[in-house]
């Protein structure tokens, strides 16, 4: 059913659709990736367990001429490790002054594996061109990698990769997202760092999306964010790979997805220095000469994009939006929402 209130509040605050049977406009269904169920899943208990099954999963692939996404982190660089010959496509931005230890990062891990690295050189106007037609695909606005991945993906296609490889999935699986696995939080508290953008702060009929904490309320004020981090965020981070490699028609494959922890996370360690222990120990391993990278996102100046941005201007959204209380992802997300709506009123 249409509901497009609904739909530009859940795309605010949790960065997609959440009922599956609404959507913006008449004709439309959105697309929206399940993960892969539990039964599905390899269980692994230690380091070494993790390097033996990627390096099966890899395997199966041998006949294929491969490409892998490659940043500066951790997850991207040991899968690298099992793709010796294979081709790697690394983000740049602003002519490379931007996050320019992270490319130097990567280049390292090519080097030190024999990949053949390619730079993806990211624009805003390729970003305009390539966003339509993954919010087309999607039937939804869209997270601001989207556009660049298909980017990356088209640039693979057209050096002849038959597979792509990614790292995404290591930090919901693993216990990367540190941040958000920092406290035991309260329900208000978990609720209030959670969401990406209150609806109530940028929309002119904002809907509560209180009811999916709702399911994951425990103990009166308390609230398991070990489930819904396992069940709401793996559905919102895996999809924006999912829907730019299939609009340029490019398998990919991440082969974290596809493991989970055998043991219960040791958030103790988490919360003392230690996010992605048993990967923070795979990646000793393959590159025992170099020190544990931090922690760093997709790379993405949304800050540079938007700084001289004045905001949106639709009737859908409030007309006393302050822009200087919002970080680049919010701007972007306002924007792509905007872009969104006026793509389908046209």
């Not at 991440?254 to 795979?282: S, T």
Request: glycine share 6%.
């Amino acid at each position: 059913m249409v509901d497009k209130k609904h739909c530009m509040s859940s795309y605010m605050a949790l960065r997609y659709i959440e009922k599956d049977d609404r959507d913006f406009y008449p004709g439309m269904r959105h697309s929206v990736m399940q993960p892969i169920p539990d039964e599905q899943r390899i269980y692994v208990h230690t380091s070494d367990d993790i390097d033996r099954e990627i390096g099966m999963q890899i395997e199966q692939f041998q006949d294929k001429k491969k490409g892998i996404l490659l940043s500066g982190g951790m997850d991207s660089a040991i899968v690298a490790s099992y793709l010796k010959g294979a081709h790697a496509y690394t983000f740049r931005f602003l002519g490379g002054a931007y996050q320019r230890k992270e490319l130097e990062r990567a280049e390292y891990y090519a080097r030190r594996y024999g990949l053949e690295l390619h730079f993806v050189d990211i624009e805003w106007d390729m970003m305009l061109l390539h966003l339509e037609p993954v919010m087309k695909a999607k039937a939804a606005p869209v997270h601001s990698i989207e556009p660049q991945i298909l980017q990356a993906a088209l640039q693979a296609k057209e050096d002849g990769i038959e597979m792509m490889f990614v790292g995404e999935s290591s930090d919901l699986v693993f216990g990367g997202m540190d941040r958000l696995l920092a406290k035991d939080w309260t329900f208000e508290e978990f609720m209030d760092r959670y969401i990406f953008t209150k609806p109530e702060d940028v929309l002119a009929e904002p809907e509560s999306m209180q009811y999916v904490f709702e399911r994951y309320r425990i103990h009166g004020d308390k609230i398991d964010f070990l489930s819904f981090m396992d069940e709401i965020y793996a559905i919102e981070s895996p999809s924006s790979y999912m829907n730019a490699f299939e609009v340029a028609k490019m398998p990919y494959y991440d082969p974290y997805a596809r493991l989970k922890m055998a043991d219960e996370i040791d958030l103790n360690r988490i919360r003392h220095g230690e996010p992605k222990y048993l990967i923070r120990g795979l990646m000793a391993k393959k590159y025992p000469e170099i020190p544990i990278p931090d922690k760093v996102p997709m790379p993405r100046p949304v800050d540079a994009y938007f700084q001289t941005w004045e905001g949106p201007l639709r009737h859908e959204f409030r007309k006393d939006i302050d822009m200087k209380k919002f970080t680049g992802d919010q701007k972007w997300q306002m924007f792509c929402l905007e872009k969104f709506l006026e793509m389908n009123e046209r």
